[in-house]
């Protein structure tokens, strides 16, 4: 009889030992339900102060009808996809314009530019000192600003498509034809509008 003592003390015991870890398990697991219960309530309230900033800048950005009125359109800007790629253009002393003489022959040469299009697509360029130049102008600026160097390649949908050059603020048309084909890259022709 002292067997069957000994031996249900020691499942008692056991009991007693997994009852213990259960416990604590179950503290443990109410202690993270708890901070989780926390952390969502924290989160509502700042999500809450977030929208509350949104709609505070909503009211102060809608204008009264008559303001509206008086508002440009974006559709009245030259070149409102330009405003997609968001780039500064280049700043290129005289000296620097040397070294990139071979990157502009690339762009000159290449069938994707087209300097009758660019110059007919870009009139503000006609009056510019880059009329004679426009590859230069792509290769500076044009590219950053988002304009297209023919109706065969779409700078905006090139960066779009491929955002490690637009994260590295590549002219698009040129790391195409240095990188891109040999990368298997596509280029995008230009939306007919």
């Not at 300097?115 to 870009?122: I, P, S």
């Not at 065969?152 to 590295?168: R, T």
């Not at 040999?182 to 939306?191: D, I, L, W």
Request: charge should be negative.
């Amino acid at each position: 009889m002292s067997e069957n003592i000994t031996s249900l003390t020691q499942q008692i015991n056991d009991c007693n030992a997994h009852l213990k870890s259960h416990e604590q398990a179950l503290a443990e697991i109410q202690t993270r339900q708890q901070a989780v219960v926390e952390s969502v309530e924290t989160l509502r309230q700042i999500l809450a102060g977030l929208e509350a900033k949104v709609a505070e800048f909503a009211s102060e950005d809608a204008a009264s009808p008559a303001e509206q009125a008086s508002a440009p359109l974006i559709s009245e800007e030259p070149y409102p996809e330009q405003r997609l790629a968001g780039f500064m253009p280049l700043k290129v002393l005289a000296e620097e314009r040397e070294r990139l003489a071979p990157f502009v022959q690339t762009v000159r040469d290449s069938e994707l530019f087209d300097a009758g299009w660019y110059l007919e697509k870009y009139p503000d360029l006609k009056d510019s000192d880059y009329a004679e130049d426009p590859a230069m102008h792509y290769l500076l600026f044009g590219g950053f600003e988002g304009r297209h160097p023919g109706p065969s390649f779409n700078s905006i949908a090139y960066y779009l498509e491929y955002p490690d050059v637009y994260q590295n603020q590549l002219n698009p048309l040129l790391h195409f034809l240095v990188n891109g084909i040999k990368e298997g890259r596509t280029a995008y022709p230009v939306a007919k509008q």
